[in-house]
């Protein structure tokens, strides 16, 4: 198929984020959606309890310091080709409903 960027013809898949339920399919926009890693699937889900195992979150809702872009040497900064989160990584911003809960309590 003409113009396609898969070697089979088929076109990319959709991929949207769990919580503000964007779509990401443009090649020219960078941006992280990350699976939720199954060592951390509780306390993601004790955060987030409507969160599925195969649910993705988009990197708007982590703190700029957990999600590893790319890597810098002297001053060179080589970038990934999939960015990835820090194992600690847990989402904290922009969760709807259960923000504004969890910002009362406190």
């Given amino acids: 198929?003409?113009?396609?960027?898969?070697?089979?013809?088929?076109?990319p898949k959709k991929m949207s984020c769990f919580i503000c339920g964007n779509i990401y399919q443009?090649?020219?926009?960078r941006v992280g959606l990350f699976h939720v890693?199954?060592?951390?699937?509780?306390s993601w889900k004790f955060v987030l309890p409507e969160l599925l195992e195969k649910?993705?979150?988009c990197d708007i809702h982590f703190d700029k310091c957990d999600v590893l872009k790319g890597i810098t040497v002297g001053k060179d900064f080589y970038p990934y080709?999939?960015?990835r989160l820090l194992p600690s990584a847990i989402p904290k911003h922009l969760l709807g409903k259960l923000k504004l809960i969890l910002?009362?309590?406190?």
């Fill in 1 to 11: 198929m003409a113009g396609s960027n898969t070697s089979n013809g088929k076109l």
């Fill in 26 to 29: 443009d090649e020219n926009r």
């Fill in 37 to 42: 890693p199954k060592k951390n699937f509780s």
């Fill in 55 to 57: 649910s993705r979150l």
């Fill in 81 to 83: 080709d999939r960015w």
């Fill in 103 to 106: 910002w009362q309590s406190t």
